[in-house]
């Protein structure tokens, strides 16, 4: 008696996610599950649907390792945005922000300015829908809802931090947390393990800012614990198997090595599974990428550390609203200007001439940490009131005014506020560079950000831009390869259900046409509305006409460039994955 399916992908090329060659095969799911792999064709005999994928490559589900989704998952658990770019399974709760322990005005006020994301749509989400107190609370939330991706989670550290602490003292320089509250974070880090939490994340960076009025513009909470709290931290996390995720302290370099000594076994110890973010050819810095992969090789291979760069696959382009932008926290001008939410104490600060020479002094400095290279030579009017202004430089609009560019900068500020929106590439802006990175064995490509910086950045796409460098006429890399490191090698990296193409696993699965994908115009700017934050307008990517499926657990979520109406509205796509014991 012939096999019967629920789908039948009929035809495609099929890439298992291992690397390993792909080949012409018939794809039969059943029950949420890859149910066969044909090389002959499939019986379509009482299948539900027979999907006809010839001519396009069939994949597993691609596995986005960094996004901020912890609010947009509450307010709209489809998060139709990655689903439609093949993305099948997403992590939340990176950078040391999760919303596990904190109660609803401190989550908030630790998530959305670092975040960009208006605290007047989180804050009351959170306090409507915000039950759970602890891990189990939390990670049953999160089986409880009608998922469009999988959602894997790490526990914050500033979340911990704040649990025992309390917000106040835990962003105080001088304090710092009792022998019993170290025991208590441990223990908070250990239930969550045990319910499968991928590992925890952490923050060293400054430049990522409190919310609110209670303590408004102190750094995050992680940014204060000393070594000697990480360190207790992260044994916890080694003899666990479970994964650290951080971002390096960007004003000191050799921040990273103590991620990357932390990660190392030294012949004496379990090696800690450690990510930062992230591998960028940045404008600001050249070639610290490249000293930054050497560095690593090292202590992979000699060493014995398993530490992994994140990698963007795609220029990283930006853009912003005024000065809202997180750039503008690397400098002390910009951080002033970013304490002020109002307009009108905003423009009696840009009005003001001691102001405005100490914004050219830190605009002029180049040394130091910095991501932003500073050149409003680079510095693009995508709109703006003033019509005149829209597709030139800063720089050029201060030649034409016969000013200096910081001074016109601030008076475009006062003019037109948010309104005056503008552009500029931070770094990728090299192909070949690019090309390498992604090749290299340090890194997980990933970095999205995604449901984060929500006027600031799009790369929700990430996937396709790293298939679109596999088909150019000069391929950086083979399909099978790029397939692997967007899927399989990522999930047998963290230990996670996902990523494979083969009988028994989940049925996450993308058909895509390379012949588009070839051809697409990947990074065109684009916008939508976000109707669970007011109509909110973000910047998205759309590639329309090259994702023809995204199925997750066996069932349509999109195809045709339609999301299912059924996204995030029935309980039939996405779950909760937990982690897998990792074998060392």
Known sequence: MAERFDTIIRGGRVFDGSGGPSRLADVGIRGGKIAA?????????????????????????????????DAEMILDPALAESVRHGVTTCFVGSCSISMIYSDPEDASDIFTRVESIPREYVLPVLEKTKTWKDSKGYVDFLKSQPFGPNIVSYMGHSDLRVAVMGLGRSVDPKDKPTEAELQQMERHLHEGLDLGLIGMSSMTNPWDKVDGERYRSSALPSVYARWSEYRRLHALLRKRGAILQSAPNLTNPLNALFFMVTSASLALRRTLRTTLITLLDVKT????????????????????????????????????????????????????????????DRNKLFSNPAYREAFKKDYQRKWGGRVWHRDFGDAHVISAPDASLVGKTIRQIAQE??????????????????????????????????????????????????????????????GLCMLQLAVKDEPVMSPEKAVWRLTGEIADWYGINAGRLEVGARADVVVLDPQMLKNSRLMQYAEEPMAVMGGLVRVVNRSDGVVKATLINGHVAFRNDVVSPELGRVPKFGSYLPREVLAQ
């Open 37 to 69: 792999i044909s090389d002959t064709p499939l019986d379509a005999a009482g299948a539900g649907e027979v999907i006809d994928a010839q001519g396009q490559w069939v994949t597993p589900g691609f596995i986005d390792i960094h996004t901020h989704y």
């Open 285 to 344: 810095k050249p070639r610290l990428d490249i000293v930054m992969s050497a560095v690593t090789r090292v202590f992979n291979k000699v060493m014995g550390a398993s530490f992994k760069w994140q990698i963007l696959p795609q220029p990283f382009l930006v853009y912003a609203d005024g000065i809202d932008f997180v750039i503008f926290e690397e400098f002390p001008a910009g951080e002033v200007a970013l304490h002020l939410k109002k307009d009108f």
């Open 401 to 462: 005014r016969n000013d200096h560019e910081v001074n016109v900068f601030l008076d475009l500020l006062i003019d037109h506020g948010k309104a005056l929106r503008w552009s500029t590439l931070i770094g990728n802006h090299n192909p070949a560079r690019v090309a390498v990175n992604v090749n290299a064995d340090c890194g997980l490509v990933g970095f999205s950000d995604a449901g984060a910086h929500l006027r600031n950045m799009a790369f929700y796409n990430f």
